[in-house]
């Protein structure tokens, strides 16, 4: 019998080999009605935090009543470029124990971490209203957006808004619910580019350099400027200016490349893309975001309130379709939730919710999340990243997020799952 990673190398590429399909895309356009419910989720924090050595090799005895799930997927695990990290949690004496099982931690490189920076986005957000201290500008006050660099554009109102006004609290909702591009980018414009990665580091997220918007093309340079925005009251006054900002933050150079090919501007480029100016951000960076965010003392956390993480992670675990104002067909619920759910729209009723938040770009899919089954009362950690591109070409639209991404997701959460379970009877 095959043993320890040789097991679970046999995993992926078989799989792969066997199936290609086209990126799942969905269309955002005309489906926003009403306004979202928030209502405080069963997620608590809890006394000391205690984090457990991390292993390699726990994933052989962990995922073993699944081995028919990894001789069907793995085989070369870093040509697909998986990582994994599975945070059990176990309480005993007032103290919460955190027990970390990493896969191909060695060997984990750069990945593009797509719609998975709007976390960290959100939660600068969040931080960043604290320390404008005006009592004024709430997430639902106005906030008008001009043009002042090329590549840029204004926004003025929000026809899914009830008073047709664009708000910071609305465009967490899209970015959180949806992965919507646009409502991210104007987070990364009211933060700008320095405060963004200043303020990561600062927090502990080395690894984090988020260097442009998402879903559109823009120069290095006009990333690099972002737009000034305004607040309104509700009379319409004026009440706070945020001028048009140039990052001036150095970086060291980077070495990241992906793909044998690509295409730029509809013609073939024969060579590995060049992602270094790209996004960055590491998987145990996020995952130690999202326990942080769950478990505070689990790290150092954002300068917000309760209220705005209860906001945060309400929005994490809820479904699209029950969101009023933007307002979603339940054709999106499935939308983001990769791990446990593959992408399917969950089954109604069901005990799992996924608290997470996740992302595909070139050929890379990446989920981070918190699973927590209500009925049990269990609930466990896991981030994982594959990349879904058999073909080794970017931007050909030819990637196997459906065929190979989803089922490895799904399987993975449901092996994780089924694990935590055994463990606690």
């Not at 979202?36 to 000391?48: E, R």
């Not at 970015?175 to 600062?202: H, K, P, S």
């Not at 595909?360 to 591109?389: P, W």
């Amino acid at each position: 019998m095959i043993k320890g990673l040789q097991m679970l190398q046999i995993f992926v590429c078989v799989f792969l080999v066997l199936f290609a399909c086209k990126a799942p895309q969905k269309s955002t356009a005309g489906q926003y009605i009403s306004n979202t419910q928030n209502k405080s989720l069963p997620v608590k924090t809890s006394g000391t935090v205690t984090t457990k050595k991390e292993e390699d090799a726990n994933f052989e005895r962990i995922l073993k009543s699944n081995l028919a799930f990894y001789r069907q997927i793995v085989s070369e695990k870093n040509s697909f470029n998986i990582q994994i990290i599975f945070t059990e949690i176990k309480k005993a004496d007032n103290k919460t124990i955190f027990t970390n099982h990493v896969f191909n931690k060695g060997d984990a490189r750069y990945f593009y971490p797509a719609s998975a920076i709007k976390l960290p986005l959100v939660l600068l957000t969040l931080q960043k209203i604290r320390e404008i201290n005006n009592a004024e500008i709430t997430l639902n006050t106005t906030m008008l957006s001009g043009s002042d660099y090329k590549g840029q554009s204004a926004v003025y109102n929000d026809p899914n808004t009830l008073n047709g006004k664009p708000t910071l609290g609305q465009y967490i909702k899209k970015a959180l619910l949806v992965n919507d591009n646009d409502a991210c980018n104007r987070l990364y414009e009211f933060l700008g580019q320095d405060y963004i990665n200043t303020q990561l580091i600062n927090h502990g997220y080395t690894s984090a350099e988020i260097m442009h918007r998402i879903g559109i093309e823009l120069s290095i340079e006009e990333n690099k400027h972002t737009n000034s925005v305004y607040f309104y009251d509700n009379a319409g006054n004026l009440i706070y200016t945020q001028k048009a900002v140039n990052a001036t933050k150095k970086y060291t150079g980077r070495k990241d490349f992906e793909g044998k090919g690509y295409f730029r501007n509809g013609k073939f480029v024969n060579g590995p893309m060049n992602m270094s100016e790209k996004n960055r951000i590491s998987l145990a960076d996020l995952h130690k975001m999202m326990v942080s965010l769950h478990f505070k003392e689990a790290g150092k956390p954002f300068n917000i309130n309760e209220t705005d993480r209860q906001f945060v992670l309400n929005l994490l675990a809820m479904l699209p379709s029950k969101s009023q104002h933007p307002f979603y067909s339940a054709d999106f619920d499935g939308y983001t939730k990769y791990l446990y759910f593959g992408g399917e729209i969950p089954v109604s009723p069901t005990s799992i919710i996924s608290y997470n938040t996740s992302g595909a770009a070139y050929g890379q899919m990446t989920d981070v999340a918190y699973l927590y089954d209500k009925e049990h009362n269990r609930s466990f950690f896991v981030s994982a990243t594959i990349y879904c591109n058999k073909d080794n070409i970017l931007n050909d639209e030819k990637y196997d997020y459906e065929t190979a991404g989803l089922p490895f997701f799904k399987n993975l959460g449901k092996a994780l799952y089924q694990h935590v379970n055994q463990s606690k009877q």
